[in-house]
C-alpha cells in the first residue's frame, strides 16, 4: 500500500532540497515580518483617523490580509488530506475544553451587545482583524515555517504547534507600551495555551476556518475596547491555565504520534 498522508507544503516545497527548502524559509520569514509590520502599526493609522474611516480602513486591513496571504504564502493546510485522531479520550477532551471555551466566549459576546452600535460594529472588525490576520501568520505562514525547519524531526507538529505558540504569545509583548507588565505577563501564559488550541484546530481540521471563529468569539469582548487586555491575576492565570496547556501538550504529541504511524504505514 503506498503512503497516502503527508505534510501539504511537501506539494509546494522539495523538502530533500536544502536550497529549495531554505530559500523558501527566507521568503515565508520576509513574508511575515511585513505582514506584521503592517498588523502591528496599522492602530498608529488609525488614531489618526475619523471614527467612519477606521471602519472603512479596518475593513481593507482584513481584505488585504487575505488576498496578501494566499497569494504569497504556499499552503493553508498541514496534511495533504485530513488526518484524524485516534484516541477517542483525546477527542473528547479536546471537545470538553473547546465547549467550556465557547462558553465563556459566549458569555463576553452577549455583553458586547449592550455597547452602543457604533462600539460593536468597531469591535467586531476588531475581533475580525485579530482573528484573520493572527491565524494567517501565526498558524499559516509560521506554522509552515517551523514545519519546514523541524521537517527533519519525527515529532515536526509537536515542536512546530510548541515553537508557534511561543511566539503568538510573545508576540503580545506589543501590549506593554499601553498596559502594565504585570497584566502582560498574564496575557502571555493565556495567549500560549490559545496558541496551542488553535495549532491543534489547526491539524485537527487541516485548515484555518475553525481557528479563525474560534479566535473571533475569544476577542468578540467588552476588554478589546479598554487599554489593557492583560491580566494581572497571575497566580489565579496560572492555576487555570497551566493544567490545560499541559494537556494540550498531550494531545498534540498523540496527534503527531498518530500521523507518524499513518505516514509509515506501508
Given amino acids: 500500500m503506498e503512503n497516502k498522508y503527508y505534510l501539504a507544503i511537501a506539494d509546494e516545497v522539495e523538502l530533500d532540497h536544502k536550497d ?16 506584521q509590520l503592517c498588523y502591528q502599526l496599522y492602530p498608529v493609522l488609525l488614531s ?29 493546510r498541514v496534511f495533504n488530506k485530513q488526518v484524524k485522531p485516534l484516541d477517542k479520550w483525546l477527542i473528547k477532551i479536546t471537545l470538553i ?41 501565526f498558524r ?11 521537517r527533519k524531526s519525527k515529532f515536526n507538529i509537536f515542536w512546530t504547534a510548541i515553537t508557534s505558540s511561543a511566539l503568538f504569545s510573545l508576540s503580545h509583548l506589543i501590549n506593554l507600551t499601553h ?20 495549532s491543534y484546530l489547526h491539524i485537527w481540521t487541516n ?5 479563525i471563529i474560534f479566535h473571533f468569539f475569544q ?13 494581572p491575576h497571575i497566580v489565579g ?7 490545560v496547556i499541559i494537556v494540550m501538550l498531550i494531545c498534540i504529541y498523540a496527534f503527531n504520534t498518530r500521523y507518524l504511524k499513518l505516514n509509515n504505514s506501508k
Avoid at 477606521?54 to 504556499?74: D, E, G, N, P, Q
Avoid at 498596559?179 to 488553535?198: A, E, K
Fill in 20 to 35: 529549495n527548502v531554505k530559500k523558501t524559509i527566507i521568503g515565508l520569514i520576509i513574508l511575515e515580518v511585513m505582514l
Fill in 237 to 243: 492565570v496560572m492555576i487555570m491555565n497551566v493544567p
Fill in 207 to 211: 485548515g484555518l476556518t475553525w481557528c
Fill in 48 to 76: 489618526l483617523l475619523s471614527k467612519n474611516c477606521r471602519v472603512i480602513v479596518m475593513a481593507i486591513l482584513v481584505t488585504f490580509f487575505v488576498a496578501v496571504t494566499k497569494h504569497f504564502s504556499f499552503t493553508t
Fill in 140 to 150: 499559516g505562514i509560521l506554522f509552515d515555517i517551523f514545519l519546514l525547519i523541524f
Fill in 219 to 231: 476577542d468578540f469582548s467588552p476588554q478589546l475596547a479598554k487599554s489593557d487586555l492583560g491580566n
Fill in 97 to 137: 475544553i473547546l465547549v467550556l471555551k465557547v462558553l465563556l466566549d459566549l458569555i463576553n459576546v452577549s455583553s458586547v451587545f449592550k455597547l452602543p452600535i457604533h462600539q460593536v460594529v468597531v469591535i467586531g472588525l476588531a475581533a475580525l482583524i485579530a482573528a484573520v490576520c493572527e491565524e494567517f501568520m
Fill in 179 to 198: 498596559q502594565p507588565l504585570i497584566s502582560t505577563l498574564g496575557q502571555i501564559i493565556i495567549t500560549f495555551l490559545l496558541g496551542l488550541i488553535f
